[in-house]
């Protein structure tokens, strides 16, 4: 059974820190890809970072040089680290991975089950 585990969502005051995490676990051959999306009131879900295999990143043009995200591929780890954070980043984040099951499935839209980010001004 695959699992997704985000964690590190919480609320703090505008130009803190967060760093979210997200695990996966399970009956997991490769992983592809890893990534970050959010979704605040009102809004359709946005992608926020990716990270591919070969190191290749995605970011989106709002938190270009406030967020980072990297991965410990021993850990099959994702991380977002999130710095100088603003109110408009309040939203909840979903870990998002594209995967390939030992069965030899392969699962290219596999969600967690999202953590809150809260920024008070």
């Known amino acids: 059974q695959v699992q997704l585990v985000e964690s590190g969502g919480g609320l703090v005051q505008a130009g803190g820190s967060l760093r979210l995490s997200c695990a996966a676990s399970?009956?997991?051959?490769?992983?592809?890809?890893m990534g970050w999306y959010r979704q605040a009131p009102g809004k359709q879900r946005e992608l926020v970072a990716y990270i591919r295999s070969g190191g290749s990143t995605e970011y989106a043009d709002s938190v270009k040089g406030r967020f980072t995200i990297s991965r410990d591929n021993a850990k099959n780890t994702v991380y977002l680290q999130m710095n100088s954070l603003k109110p408009e980043d309040t939203a909840v984040y979903y870990c998002?991975?594209?995967?390939?099951?030992?069965?030899?499935?392969?699962?290219?839209?596999?969600w967690g089950q999202g953590t809150q980010v809260t920024v008070s001004s």
């Open positions: 998002n991975a594209d995967l390939v099951l030992e069965t030899g499935w392969d699962l290219n839209d596999y």
């Open positions: 399970g009956s997991i051959f490769s992983i592809n890809a």
